[in-house]
């Protein structure tokens, strides 16, 4: 169904928000070598570094976990700066790029919907190719971070094999079936389809107060997230959004769901209304790559009720994953490099799952017992190591995201939450909407 990645370089277009990045490339690749001995870069010797790590939402890092790479590693001192959201850690990496470098983190993660962007600008960022780390990730993993040079500018964390999580006790209160394997049956079973998902949605809304999901733009990241091509052509060329029929598809049919049919909740994700809709019934069923378990169960103490569901519409569904990238400009690349490297050890990872829920890259850990045998206390027990494996198992592969793709996905769901959340336009003016944003970035 997903098509593999990159066969040709992108097209070095200027996106907003990384304006500027190319005129600095050969500045900051100066200011690479950095001014400390061979030592203090690698932090093999004797003199104390501290290397600095930048990530978002939650990567599982723990403080056990960086005290860990210290107790190996003497003179080297961990610290980890953590965002609330990837589009916090996503302007603070563009802009500091811009402005030379300054400040940013020795390992800074990028979020796979944004890296083709920086894909534009490999020379900001440390080469991370090594022979001895072949084999250690799912091909397309690798893929997404290579450019078509050779050159690898980010080692990768989590995918995001995805699954339904739901409300056992508000599908009883409702009176649908509640057990994991009868949900998944509901839903669609191997075969289920959006139309599916839907139908039990407006089932469930018509016996309850509760909405059937959080937010019509999750749906919407989701069904993008299924089509090949969904913004671009394969060769980086930008499709005209006013006659992209699938786009046009999934918009429609996510903002009929949410305001026709009262599917919806309403919400933004990472919000505070949607934070605080976990404690108040706010819905019953989300999308759920392996990585939003921790964020469910963050966000969800006090409540029993929440399971997983081992379905998904439409296929399988790869949403979001991380890389871990080594900026150029930085004093301590060779040290960042081989602590990046680290943490994204099977072993690492493992125990990361283990912390968040973030679903290994990794080969090794998605095989060994430690994953596929993990089960989640908060989810009732769910076996969501076995679930995620499954779920992993159903992707081919990744769609093409391109230099542009982020720009464009956002005006889509700029208009989706104009309706859905916002309630500020109907369908049809938002749209309008939607694609005067589009013309106005002059792709």
């Known amino acids: 169904m997903l098509s593999s990645t990159r066969t040709t370089r992108r097209p070095r277009k200027a996106i907003a928000a990384v304006a500027g990045l190319a005129a600095i490339t050969l500045t900051l690749t100066a200011c690479s070598s950095g001014s400390g001995s061979d030592d203090a870069e690698t932090g093999s010797g004797d003199e104390k570094i501290t290397l600095t790590v930048a990530t978002f939402n939650d990567f599982g890092y723990s403080d056990e976990l960086l005290a860990a790479y210290s107790e190996s590693h003497p003179n080297v001192t961990v610290k980890q700066t953590k965002a609330a959201k990837s589009e916090d850690a996503r302007t603070n990496l563009t802009t500091k790029l811009a402005a030379g470098g300054e400040g940013l983190a020795d390992i800074e993660a990028i979020e796979v919907d944004w890296l083709p962007e920086l894909m534009q600008y490999p020379d900001l960022f440390t080469d991370l190719t090594d022979p001895e780390l072949e084999g250690r990730w799912v091909d397309w993993k690798v893929q997404q971070a290579t450019t078509t040079d050779g050159k690898v500018i980010g080692y990768g964390t989590d995918i995001g094999p995805s699954a339904i999580c739901y409300r056992q006790d508000l599908f009883e209160a409702a009176g649908l079936p509640s057990d994991p394997a009868a949900v998944a049956e509901l839903l669609g079973g191997e075969d289920a389809t959006w139309d599916d998902y839907f139908a039990a949605g407006a089932t469930f809304v018509a016996a309850s107060d509760s909405a059937w999901y959080d937010s019509a733009m999750s749906i919407s990241q989701a069904m993008v997230n299924q089509i090949d091509n969904a913004y671009e052509e394969s060769d980086g060329t930008p499709k005209d959004l006013a006659t992209n029929q699938p786009i046009i598809d999934i918009y429609d049919t ?76 930085g004093p301590n690349a060779e040290a960042a490099k081989e602590l990046a490297a680290w943490l994204t050890d099977p072993a690492q990872q493992t125990t990361a799952f283990e912390n968040a829920g973030t679903f290994p890259s990794q080969l090794e850990a998605q095989e060994s017992d430690a994953v596929q045998s993990f089960t989640n206390d908060f989810f009732n027990d769910a076996p969501v190591g076995q679930i995620f494996v499954n779920r992993a198992l159903a992707i081919d592969g990744a769609p093409f995201k391109g230099a542009n793709y982020f720009s464009i996905h956002q005006t889509v769901q700029d208009g989706i939450k104009r309706v859905d959340v916002e309630k500020t336009d109907d369908a049809a003016s938002s749209w309008q909407k939607t694609l005067q944003s589009f013309q106005d970035l002059g792709l």
């Open 254 to 329: 996510v903002v009929e769901q949410s305001t026709t049919n009262g599917l919806s909740a309403g919400l933004e994700q990472w919000s505070g209304d949607w934070d605080a809709a976990f404690q108040n019934d706010g819905f019953a069923t989300m999308i759920c790559p392996a990585w939003m378990t921790g964020p469910v169960e963050e966000r969800s103490g006090g409540v029993t009720g929440w399971n997983v569901a081992d379905v998904f519409p439409g296929g399988g569904l790869n949403w979001g994953g991380s890389f871990l990238t080594v900026p150029a400009s």
